[in-house]
């Protein structure tokens, strides 16, 4: 199993970026997902999960009603589109792959992990 996240980067204040996990050599569809945030200096953290299907979703509430979480099951994608973003969402975001298709919210919970992508909010 593969997941590899991409699109973080420096932003200001206010702006909107999105993140994407890439899956592979495993059946996408079959399991949940997960986005997590380690910030500087912390542990890491649940951000928002998504049913294999993707009609179930939950947030943290840190970041509810600003992010959201959606997947692609025929491009076997995970994306976080991210909007008013503030310096507290600072982190390295990582993907990572559930033991079912229902949603979770602890790191336990979660089987397979991407590396991570940067994102900075700063201005």
């Known amino acids: 199993v593969q997941l590899a996240e991409s699109g973080g980067g420096l932003v200001q204040p206010g702006d909107s970026v999105r993140v994407s996990c890439a899956a592979s050599e495993f059946t996408f569809s079959r399991y949940a997902l997960a986005w997590f945030r380690q910030p500087p200096g912390k542990e890491r953290e649940f951000v928002a999960t998504?049913?294999?299907?993707?009609?179930?979703?939950q947030y943290a509430d840190s970041v509810k009603g600003r992010f959201t979480i959606s997947r692609d099951n025929a491009k076997d994608t995970l994306y976080l589109q991210m909007n008013s973003l503030n310096p507290e969402d600072t982190a390295v975001y990582y993907c990572a792959s559930g033991r079912s298709g229902l949603i979770a919210i602890a790191t336990s919970d979660y089987l397979y992990w991407g590396q991570g992508t940067q994102v900075t909010v700063s201005s």
């Open positions: 998504i049913n294999n299907i993707g009609d179930i979703t």
